[in-house]
């Protein structure tokens, strides 16, 4: 009991500030320091959450930017259940997959003027990426420039202006956030 006593007491002052103190000061903190992203990097239209900047969404329809597809389990972007198709590259599966896609997107696509861009048949590794390339975006621009009766210029220039270029050009690429893109697609027809 001797041995007991003092073990147990530093075991529940570890408990103490390792499960409840250290977390609500991080949570604290971080609450004050990135709001925003503490709080899942939300993304609201008219007041209400419409989805996260770090997770993609499907969008089907002709007239919206489409991103990468998504291998995660149940339904396209699931968070909890986040994962690649875990395929090799020799597996045919992953051969029939990008090939039914890559049909998909040439019938979805017929004005497109260059070969399907690699992004928009296969999944990211996480299986959730909502950016794809600004050549992806581009490579688009006639689907949806017919289905919305847009000018292709005007839609060069809106992905364009949602481009984040990296703050030094030797870490990373360029990248287009599809919800934005798609948020301000709408915006500007409605404006």
């Known amino acids: ?10 075991f ?11 977390p609500l000061v991080v949570t ?36 919206y930017f489409q991103g990468r597809p998504s291998a995660t389990a149940d339904t396209p972007y699931n968070a909890p259940a986040s994962s690649g198709s875990n395929l090799a590259v020799s597996n045919p599966a992953l051969d029939d997959a990008v090939k039914q896609r890559v049909t998909a997107l040439l019938q979805a696509n017929p004005h497109a003027d260059a070969p399907v861009p690699v992004e928009l048949v296969t999944a990211s590794a996480s299986g959730l990426d909502p950016h794809i390339s600004p050549a992806a975006a581009l490579w688009q621009i006639p689907r949806v420039a017919e289905a919305r009766h847009l000018p292709q210029a005007e839609l ?22 599809v919800l934005k893109l798609n ?3 709408d915006a500007r027809q409605k404006g």
């Open 183 to 185: 948020m301000a697609l």
């Open 12 to 22: 529940f002052l570890l408990v103490l500030v390792t499960a409840v103190a250290y």
């Open 28 to 63: 604290g903190l971080a609450q004050w320091w990135f709001p925003g992203a503490a709080q899942g990097s939300l993304v609201t239209q008219d007041g209400q959450p419409c989805g996260s900047v770090l997770i993609g969404q499907t969008f089907t329809r002709a007239g």
């Open 156 to 177: 060069r220039r809106l992905v364009d202006d949602n481009t984040t270029r990296p703050l030094l050009y030797f870490i990373g690429e360029p990248v287009v956030n």
């Open 1 to 10: 009991m001797k041995l007991l006593r003092p073990a147990l007491s530093v």
